[in-house]
T-cell receptor, first 112, second 114 residues
Framework: DQQVKQNSPSLSVQEGRISILNCDYT??????FLWYKKYPAEGPTFLIS?????DKNEDGRFTVFLNKSAKHLSLHIVPSQPGDSAVYFC???????????FGAGTTVTVRA | GAGVSQSPSNKVTEKGKDVELRCDPI?????LYWYRQSLGQGLEFLIY????????KSGLPSDRFSAERTGGSVSTLTIQRTQQEDSAVYLC????????????FGSGTRLTVV
């Protein structure tokens, strides 16, 4: 039973525009949320995270928003750049649990 | 090493054969994880090692899967009598300690069982 869902398998965006990636979760015990980025033939790399006590965390061009009541989070990339073309995974964990539950990923393609 | 190293990068094996996948974590990282990603699925937790503590094997899908970590460093994931549903990318990750979620992942081993 997949507890973290990324319902959009792919997203295409024009360079310079905003990319918005969405993630929904079902486990109300999730306490910490992360986004990972993955290029082909490489392992995922940590991008940004957010704790459940916050509703927004920003790091440069990347901002993650958390809506706990809706069990929804999103990743905004502004402005999108060609190097952002990759697969993005949403992940979550319960408090004091080292295991992460991952979504299936969204492939982002940034068009020049 | 500078990153998490996994070998082999690709493995094709016949159904019923045993395979061993290797992970060399970042030096000094005490926590080591194995995940796998099947086609169209998210990463699935398999097993976790932390220092000298007993590993958390709760994610291993069957008793054909086992893993060990020798000397608190290199880890080997073994799959016995491989089945076609074992085909996936097996990813190893390490972190300084448990609950350090910004793991460093290796590039994975793509296992294909034919």
């Amino acid at each position: 039973d997949q507890q973290v869902k990324q319902n959009s398998p792919s997203l295409s965006v024009q360079e310079g525009r905003i990319s918005i990636l969405n993630c929904d979760y079902t486990n109300s015990m999730f306490d910490y949320f992360l986004w990972y980025k993955k290029y082909p033939a490489e392992g995922p790399t940590f991008l940004i995270s957010i704790s459940s006590i916050k509703d927004k965390n920003e790091d440069g061009r990347f901002t993650v928003f958390l809506n706990k009541s809706a069990k929804h989070l999103s990743l905004h990339i502004v402005p999108s750049q060609p190097g952002d073309s990759a697969v993005y995974f949403c992940a979550a964990s319960e408090r004091n649990d080292y295991k992460l539950s991952f979504g299936a990923g969204t492939t982002v393609t940034v068009r020049a | 090493g500078a990153g998490v190293s996994q070998s082999p990068s690709n493995k094709v094996t016949e159904k019923g054969k045993d395979v061993e996948l290797r992970c060399d974590p970042i030096s000094g990282h005490t926590a080591l994880y194995w995940y796998r990603q099947s086609l169209g699925q998210g990463l699935e937790f398999l097993i976790y090692f932390q220092g000298n503590s007993a590993p958390d094997k709760s994610g291993l899908p069957s008793d054909r899967f086992s893993a060990e970590r020798t000397g608190g460093s290199v880890s080997t994931l073994t799959i016995q009598r491989t089945q076609q549903e074992d085909s996936a990318v097996y990813l190893c990750a390490s972190s300084l300690s448990a609950f350090t979620y910004g793991y460093t992942f290796g590039s994975g081993t793509r296992l294909t069982v034919v």
